[in-house]
């Protein structure tokens, strides 16, 4: 028996994307448009083959109109580079996603850097980076915002609490500090070099594990009745010869014992990821259409 409140995120995911399907059809009967995702894939990594088919699925189970561009893998940076430029001048596209990582011979930075800040909905454009923070509005990386979202459902204000963020690369860890600074924590931010990690840990009231290493955080290393937010998605060995399964950066079982409240892997921060990028496609079809919503 577990103590812990399990953190449904498959379902708070499932919710969020109803919500954006409402206002994705207000959206289309105001504008006389559908709002446009556009995807690029370049390669044949299967990962990203299924995220960005899940991707195509949802966006048009939403209400939205999906644009897949798939490039081999030997597609030269220029070519690439001309792409995003016909999806920053496309009216029909609201957002566009580059499916990372890039092959080698490309410079991920510099593709980045030449998606139209507005129309960067993974929010990983330095605009957008620099607008989170300095508190503008923006666009915020999909997984850090889909974690913020479960913590305040689940606890409400974050005003005032402690926040310990494992990981510090640019897609989940800054981000994920930069927002709960935003929410008045008191954020403390661990990587590889931080030392007594156990004793840090134990400090906070959230801890956010964004490492990739399979089962990481131990339940003693935690206060009791902290929130925990696993971001990682580890494959690993299953007991039955040959499988794997998933596991996050957390122990489960043994964290299920001391928190009180924390995401499961699958279930819990994964579902997140592609519903804030829905949201994150509408926000920006009104903003570009020039028709406000309410946030
Ligand atoms: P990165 O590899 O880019 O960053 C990992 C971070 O963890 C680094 O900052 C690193 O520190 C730190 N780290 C590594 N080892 C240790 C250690 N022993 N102790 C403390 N810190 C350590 O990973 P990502 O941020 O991209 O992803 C993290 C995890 O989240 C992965 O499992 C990934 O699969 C998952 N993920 C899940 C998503 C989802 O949709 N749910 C989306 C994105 C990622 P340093 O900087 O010092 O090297």
Redesign the pocket.
Known sequence: MTKADIIDGKAFAQDLRARVAEVAADFEAMAGRKAGLAVVLVGEDPASQVYVRNKGKQTVACGMESFEHKLPADTNEADLLALVERLNADPAVDGILVQLPLPSHMNEQKVIATIDPDKDVDGFHVVNVGRLATGLPGFVPC?PLGCVMLLKDKLGSLSGLDAVV????N???KPMAQLLIAESCTVTV?????KD?PAVVRRADIVVA????PE?VKGDWLKPGATVID????RVPAAEEGKTKLVG?VDFASAAEVAGAITPVPGG??PM?IAVLLRNTVVAAHRNAGIALEE
């Open positions: 997984t494992i990981g510090r690369s897609i989940v860890g661990a990587h590889s070099r931080t990690l964004a490492v990739g290493r990481m971001v990682g998605i580890n950066d921060v994964g990821t």
